[in-house]
């Protein structure tokens, strides 16, 4: 079975930066997707970063280009998520998420994805 299981949660001050990991295993299909979304407190969950495992290619909500960076090691299964110049706005519990589509369309959807991590919390603090 599917199982994403993500690390690297913790508290920093605005400015400060952490790296995620989200360790993959049991995928069936190839060519999978990986995202991570996140959920502050009383908001809906919205996505951050995808990365296709194949080849590569990324894409960012407009809110974390240029200080959010996904990639992967394949070798290792696990797909990370560096994150610097952290605002208190970035504060959420991040999941990450895996869909067997070869392709980055509409990968910002929540219900383009069946599988999802317990998630990790990320606190930014002034």
């Known amino acids: 079975q599917v199982q994403l299981v993500e690390s690297g949660g913790g508290s920093v001050q605005n400015g400060g930066s952490l790296r995620l990991s989200c360790a993959t295993s049991?995928?069936?299909?190839?060519?999978?997707?990986i995202a991570w979304f996140r959920q502050a407190p009383g908001k809906e969950r919205e996505a951050v970063a995808v990365i296709f495992a194949t080849g590569g290619a990324t894409d960012y909500a407009d809110s974390v280009k240029g200080r959010f960076t996904i990639s992967q090691d394949t070798a290792k299964n696990t797909v990370y998520l560096e994150m610097h110049s952290l605002k208190s706005e970035d504060t959420a519990m991040y999941y990450c998420a895996a869909r067997g589509i070869p392709s980055l369309g509409l990968w910002y959807q929540i219900s383009a994805y069946k599988y999802w991590g317990q998630g990790t919390q990320v606190t930014v603090s002034s």
């Open positions: 049991g995928f069936t299909f190839s060519n999978p997707s």
